[in-house]
């Protein structure tokens, strides 16, 4: 049986960390057999080390020639303490230094051609914000080879082939396919003792070799697709959390881990700022019918949250409740509005020349009001595109005004199952009304997986904990 897992930030931010991490490699690789691990870069609080080498390219650019090199020191000094407290002199420590050395080196002469050229492109950036990932896993493969397994630490800029759209790279997945089967099935095929390869999690390289990254959650990404071109029973996420919560434990102190979720449900989660994988990194074990377990490194025996494919299957009502706070809600409104066509296309053009997200829609039949919510910070920006785009009819009087509501919040409930739960709606009603929350906006779609309430912001506590009370 084959297993790939992914191993966050946390998980290998530290000495300790990676020796616990490298507890649970060899205890799974006895159970599973074949075991492919991915690893992020470096991540304990409050330092990352992605953070540290995106901090050094950005004050580069900006003219600063000094910041990179105190940077280059924090992060020698940084893996330096994680060789330190892992690797016994008489084996791989000095040799892992040294590329350790190599890697900060390198950062510091890409930063400095940075700061000489004044530019920062996507390409360049990629180069330099893998790089953490490229010097973690050589430490926990050097690790695991101190203690007894047969580990290699493996690049994925050797694996994973991506298209040249720099910071979002997609994944050629046949090519990809092929390269992992002649890199990594040798090294998984070595009888009972196989090698376990760590790969890099977040880059991969175009088909020239050039450096890309995956984007938001680009390791995460990185596990699915490995998942996916070596056919994988299952994939892993180790993070720092029990799975899936059914909502943010600070607003609800009695949530609890969700046992099993399907993609789409995933994918409201995700959307409406829960802190579950990106619809994205999950897609390819979604689609090869590869289930995707989400485990915490510092609570191993605990079972998780398994991501499955959407099965048409019922699995209960609602399943969680999130929210995303600090936004505007929007209206443009007006009695010339009614039967004319184009008013909604107009609308979100202006606000897609604004470069802004809408995150909820929701119209009143009789046409006379459009209202849609946008971050807080970015409100006055679009009011002034849609005030431009309808500058005439705002003269008319067909459109009365465009307005926004500060300081609002999207609560969202999620459940697969409530789409043939009758009832769902007119509880949430109920238990908000009960409590005095005024419910301002209302959006659901027609598949039924989710349903989303404008409030205003100081009722976001007190919606989240109301709602979940119904779980």
Known sequence: MTLVMKFGGTSVGSAAAMRETAVLIQQTQKEWGQVVVIASGMGSKPVKVTDLLLNGAHTAVSGDGETYKQLAGQLRQIHTEAIDGLLEPEEDRQSILAEINQFVKRFERLCQAVFVLGELTPRALDAISGMGEQMSVRILAAYLRQIGHPAEAIDATELVVTDNNFQAATPLMDLTEEK???????????????????????????????????????????????????HADEVWIWTDVDGVMSADPRLVPNARNIPTLTYREVSELAFYGAK?????TIRPCVENGIPLRIKNTFNPAHAG?????????????????????DLSLITVEGKGMMGV????????????????????????????????????????????????????????????RIWAQHDVSIVTVVGVGMRHTPGIAGRLFSALG?????????????????????????????????????I
Do not use: M, W, Y
């Open 276 to 280: 579950v994988l990106h619809p994205k």
């Open 180 to 230: 992992v089967a002649a890199r990594l099935r040798p090294l998984l095929a070595q009888g009972d003792s196989p090698t376990i390869p760590i790969v890099t999690g977040f880059i991969g390289a175009t088909q020239t070799g050039t450096t890309t990254t995956l984007g938001r959650g680009g390791s995460d990404f990185s596990a699915a697709i490995l998942g996916q071109a070596l």
């Open 434 to 470: 009960r409590h005095q929350v005024n419910i301002i906006a209302i959006a659901q779609g027609s598949s039924e997986c989710s349903i989303s309430l404008v409030v205003d912001g100081g009722d976001t506590g007190t919606a989240v904990a109301h709602i979940h009370d119904l």
């Open 305 to 325: 949250t398994v991501i499955v494919p959407d099965n048409g299957a019922v699995n209960g009502g609602i399943k969680a409740v999130t929210a995303i706070k």
């Open 341 to 400: 066509t184009g008013i909604a296309a107009r609308t979100f053009g202006a606000v897609a020349r604004s470069g802004v997200s809408v995150l909820l829609i929701s119209q009143a039949s009789s046409e006379q009001s459009i209202c849609f919510s946008t971050p807080d910070e970015t409100a006055d920006s679009v009011i002034t595109a849609l005030e431009t785009a309808f500058a005439a009819e705002l003269a008319r009087r067909d459109i009365d």
